[in-house]
């Protein structure tokens, strides 16, 4: 029979090949000749998080911590929370890292982003200063300086922080889309996805306040008046750039099916606790679109399309995805002049008429139009157009 220190060297590689359920049995094993060795303890926590079972993640690394009061169990279970939306519980443990190791860049990178999610923005600026202090060469760490600097409308301070990040790595593509946003160098068609997931995987603890509370938004509630006026039958819905589902409050007693897609995992884990979804996914909108051919009644695309230039592959596969007769409901943020034009804010503004040229390009009658205020930033009103068109076709109206 092999030793205990065998066994745990043997779990050990499983681990580093990706193996983790075989590993488990073996780390179970030490533990019954030693309840507290602790690089099982820890081993089992990384089983258990590769496996997503964030609660016996926690366990294990709180059962190795009363072991050991080590700093990467406190990170490793501020992982653990962080995934869990427990915040205020992740900031504590990783504070609990860096009392016994200042120096844990990770650490303080990570506990920056957690008060970035939580709003606390020039505490989380002081995370990402000390973070370049120790790693001033990495690319990333002035990414995450750029953002939250963004976030507090600093914008030159941003714009510089960016370039060094292009000066580090000349290919990173939301350094280069924001740079472009920022000076207007550029009008690129639509921003990576990177951008979004990682902006709104931020937003989503303080998605809902600050958009209802503070912003005066109120687009879903627009385009369902809108659309009211044409369907009020049992639809096959998908939820455009759905967040955390407040289009969903207002499409659930419109549809027979509620899909929801998203690129932001937290925002989907709020939308998935909403619990009025029948399924969430998290994909690129027009990639999902396209793989769901003739399969939806209703497309609702609230606050979405300003996170995009170039509209035309958006229709397209609006009108794959869209059953003959089938509508878009949709708004974009208003402009006169260009077809559509990047902003500082990292957002687009459209040309009324490009998006009627646009739409109708792909197959796609437009049924109704309204000029509305999307909403307000520093007490301004944001001028905006919400659509309604249709796929032609014979209408497959159950209602």
């Not at 990639?287 to 399309?305: G, I, N, Q, W």
Request: net charge negative; with cysteine.
């Amino acid at each position: 029979m092999d030793s205990p220190d065998s066994t745990l060297q043997t779990a050990f590689q499983m681990c580093q090949q990706g193996q983790f359920e075989q590993a488990r049995p073996l780390l179970l094993q030490v533990l019954e000749h030693d309840p507290k060795e602790l690089n099982a303890l820890q081993l089992l926590g990384t089983v258990a998080y590769q496996g997503r079972d964030l609660e016996g993640a926690a366990a294990w690394y709180r059962r190795a911590l009363a072991v050991e009061d080590e700093p990467t169990l406190h990170y490793n279970l501020a992982l653990v929370l962080e995934d869990q939306h427990r915040l205020n519980e992740a900031e504590a443990e990783y504070r609990a890292a860096l009392k016994r190791h200042p120096s844990f860049a990770p650490a303080w990178n990570n506990l920056g982003s957690v008060l970035r999610r939580k709003g606390l923005l020039q505490q989380a600026e002081q995370c990402y200063r000390r973070v370049l202090g120790f790693k001033p060469g990495v690319a990333g760490h002035h990414a995450n300086l750029a953002r939250v600097l963004q976030d507090q409308g600093r914008r030159d301070e941003a714009l510089a922080s960016y370039r060094r990040v292009l000066e580090i790595d000349p290919n990173d593509a939301t350094a280069r889309y924001m740079v472009a946003a920022f000076t207007g160098s550029e009008n690129p068609a639509a921003p990576p996805s990177s951008y979004i997931s990682s902006l709104y995987d931020h937003y989503a603890e303080r998605y809902d306040q600050h958009l209802t509370q503070v912003l005066g938004y109120r687009v879903p509630e627009a385009l369902r008046d809108l659309l009211a006026m044409f369907h009020e039958g049992s639809l096959e819905t998908l939820d455009l750039g759905c967040g955390t589902g407040l289009s969903g409050l207002v499409l659930r007693d419109l549809s027979r099916r509620l899909v929801g897609v998203d690129l932001s995992q937290k925002m989907l884990d709020k939308a998935e606790g909403r619990g009025i979804y029948d399924a969430l996914v998290k994909s690129d909108i027009v990639e999902a679109m396209r793989s769901a051919p003739a399969a939806y009644d209703l497309l609702f695309a609230a606050d979405v399309l300003m996170y995009l230039g170039d509209l035309e592959p958006v229709f397209a596969a609006a009108q794959a995805a869209l059953r003959p007769g089938g509508l878009f409901a949709f708004s974009v943020e208003h402009q006169e002049g260009e077809r559509y034009k990047i902003q500082p804010t990292g957002r687009y503004v459209h040309e009324v008429r490009y998006v009627r040229q646009a739409a109708e390009q792909a197959g796609l009658s437009e049924l109704a139009a309204s000029s509305v205020v999307l909403r307000h930033e520093n007490g301004v009103p944001v001028q905006g157009d919400v659509f309604v068109f249709q796929r032609e076709g014979e209408s497959s109206d159950e209602g």
